[in-house]
């Protein structure tokens, strides 16, 4: 540099280009600022101490013998209420599983005397596989607002074993403990998430060391720190928000037991049971239960999540099928769903009592099957184009995709996330209210299926109208009465006159919309107590009942004629019913003629109309009178 140096004079003066004294200038200016922040920040290390506070090590004499590696100092403040804690924190994995802290402290110095390092700088997305195995972590914390409370929170609730180990400022080790293998209710903070307190009262940097067990799942681990009143203001969003989520599912399940239970019907039953293990396992998985429930129970803790989760694959794909089972009939996927649900409740079975290694692996891939299951009877089931897959395709289809990221998870292939956090609790609200609306839709088109079944003794298929043996009896009524009273009673015979040409057209569907909605505005524009049959695929027969005047009935036929060209967006574009309308006051002396029966009366009607030339028809015509 000193030599660097001599050089500038010669580059500044007059003999050298006007660039190169540019440049020399602009390298002076950078010498001269970085010599004056290199003093400014000389005298401040003189003032303040050896080293910047940031990265300060402890003063405490408990911590002079720890390693000499600076890990970065986590600093409390009032401007972070909320701290990221996994960067800041080293981890070492002991294979053993039985080295106590004091040799773990003993084997970290030996490896900085010996120019190694036994800790390894942690990152967000690090994921553990420590079974058999136990995970270390240690990180710096000082405490700049002594009033102030700090929680460390692991935003994770299904974890094994977690210590927090710690000297205070006398030198005596403290240690706090949660996880699974003791109950909630042991734990010093009885937390859906296990959470630690951390030292008060010291404005001393002080290293923490968290030993971490978990058997089988890999860990990953969210360790958040708040200062209390961001903790308590964290935790009421928390509560309202799964409060708003068990309110949901214990609405769901009430609507489903009660129409399992009104209904009969085991679609409905098998959504019962799906949703309670749905919504347990959501409670569970939350840390819910083992907190209100089996805050007691260890063992509970510990098991009922992968049970519960083992019994809604199970019966997932079995209930999606039973509800799209009248438009999705595949043997092979039933036999596979069979298969499945089979091998799902062992795996229930095995993790309630005797969790390993190879049923965690059975469990996962059960899983995953049970979404592909799901997905694969939905696509099936699409192809018919039905309202009611859709449906179901919303409710389901989101909850067997929120099963991948946890699986991913269990597997060691993603760490912990929001996605894996909360995929399943944000699908579930979603898909709770469309399933029930989807077995409500299915039931609906079953009873309205069966009750048209039922019907088809007293009622035509395709209108839904009276068949013409009943609608004989209610003119046969009218008959009598109109005998005994001595009045007239009125008849009508209906034609739809372009039926055949809508089955030219448009195809035979069309033409039976056409004789659905003319049976609909037919009926809108009658009474209650007027009779109304289809006679064939084309003629309708109306009775208007009680005494009936010559202006009453063709006023009635006139708006039965103008019905027909009011606009609807079922017919194509620019088609419209055209109706041939036959009306008489009876009896008459001509039909006396024929009989007195009803049949007789409107066969009389019915030849009548057929009698006049199609040129002559107009669209009302009146007979008799």
């Given amino acids: 540099m000193l030599s660097a140096l001599r050089f500038l004079p010669r580059l500044i003066s007059q003999r050298s280009s006007p660039r190169m004294r540019h440049a020399a200038w602009h390298v002076l200016a950078c010498l001269s600022f970085c010599v004056a922040w290199g003093a400014s920040a000389q005298a401040q290390a003189h003032a303040q101490g050896p080293l910047p506070q940031a990265v300060s090590s402890t003063a405490s004499s408990a911590l002079s013998a720890l390693s000499q590696r600076q890990l970065p100092t986590v600093v409390l403040s009032e401007q972070t209420p909320r701290v990221d804690l996994l960067p800041l924190t080293e981890y070492w994995i002991d294979e053993n599983k039985n080295t106590s802290l004091i040799e773990l402290q003993a084997r970290a110095n030996a490896g900085v005397d010996a120019g190694t390092e036994l800790f390894k700088p942690s990152l967000g997305t690090d994921t553990h596989r420590i079974h058999d195995k136990v995970l270390w972590l240690r990180f710096d914390i000082k405490n700049t607002q002594l009033r102030q409370r700090w ?41 859906r998430l296990p959470t630690f307190a951390l030292q008060e009262g010291s404005s001393d940097v002080v290293r923490y060391y968290l030993r971490v067990e978990n058997a089988r799942v890999p860990v990953s681990l969210p360790l958040v720190i708040y200062s209390e009143a961001a903790y308590i203001k964290s935790e009421r969003n928390g509560d309202i928000l799964f409060g708003a989520l068990a309110g949901l599912i214990a609405l769901m399940l009430v609507a489903s037991f009660a129409m399992a239970y009104k209904r009969r019907e085991q679609a409905f039953i098998a959504c019962s049971a799906y949703l309670l293990c749905l919504g347990l396992f959501n409670l569970a998985y939350a840390g819910l239960l083992q907190l209100y429930v089996w805050d007691e129970s260890p063992l509970a803790s510990n098991r009922m999540s992968f049970v519960l989760a083992a019994l809604t694959a199970a019966l997932g794909p079995y209930l999606v099928r039973m509800i799209v089972q009248p438009v999705a009939r595949v043997r092979a996927l039933n036999v596979l769903i069979a298969a499945q649900a089979v091998l799902m409740f062992f795996c229930a079975a095995v993790e309630a009592f005797y969790p390993t290694v190879f049923s965690y692996i059975i469990f996962n891939l059960g899983v995953l099957t049970s979404v592909v299951l799901v997905c694969s009877v939905i696509a099936a089931a699409w192809q018919r184009g039905e309202a009611i897959t859709r449906w179901v395709t919303v409710s389901f289809v989101p909850v067997a995709l929120s099963a991948l990221p946890v699986v991913l998870r269990n597997f060691g292939v993603i760490p912990n996330s929001f996605l894996t956090l909360s995929a399943v609790h944000i699908a579930t609200a979603i898909a709770l209210p469309m399933l029930i609306y989807a077995l409500l839709a299915r039931s609906h088109l079953r009873r ?30 009218s008959i009598l009465r109109a005998e005994r009273f ?5 008849l009508i015979v209906v034609e739809l006159s372009n039926h055949a040409w809508f089955v030219k057209e448009h195809g035979r569907e069309m033409a039976d919309r056409a004789l659905i909605i003319t049976s609909t505005r037919l009926q809108q524009q009658l009474r209650d107590v007027d009779g109304i049959c289809r006679l064939d695929e084309t003629n309708f027969a109306i009775l208007v009942e009680g005494a009936c005047q010559a202006g009453q009935l063709t006023k009635l036929a006139a708006s039965l004629s103008a019905s027909a060209h009011a606009p609807t967006e079922i017919l194509p574009v620019g088609a419209s019913l055209r109706l041939s309308i036959c009306c008489a006051l009876m009896p008459t002396a001509e039909s006396l003629l024929s009989g007195e029966d009803a049949s007789d ?17 107009k669209m009302v015509r009146s007979i008799g009178f």
Avoid at 602 to 613: D, F, N
Wanted: hydrophobic share 40%.
């Fill in 601 to 617: 009366q409107l066969g009389w009607l019915i030849t009548a109309a057929e009698t006049i030339p199609h040129e002559q028809r």
């Fill in 151 to 191: 929680l460390l929170e692991h935003s994770f609730p299904i974890i094994d074993d977690l210590q927090l180990y710690w000297q205070d400022s006398s030198g005596r080790w403290m240690v706090l403990k949660a996880g699974d293998k003791i109950g909630r209710a042991q734990w010093p903070m009885p937390t």
């Fill in 448 to 477: 309205e299926s069966m009750a048209r079944a039922a019907g088809l003794p007293t009622k035509d298929a395709l209108t839904g109208l009276p068949n013409l043996s009943k609608f004989l009896e209610q003119m046969q009524g």
């Fill in 486 to 490: 001595k009045h007239a009673y009125g």
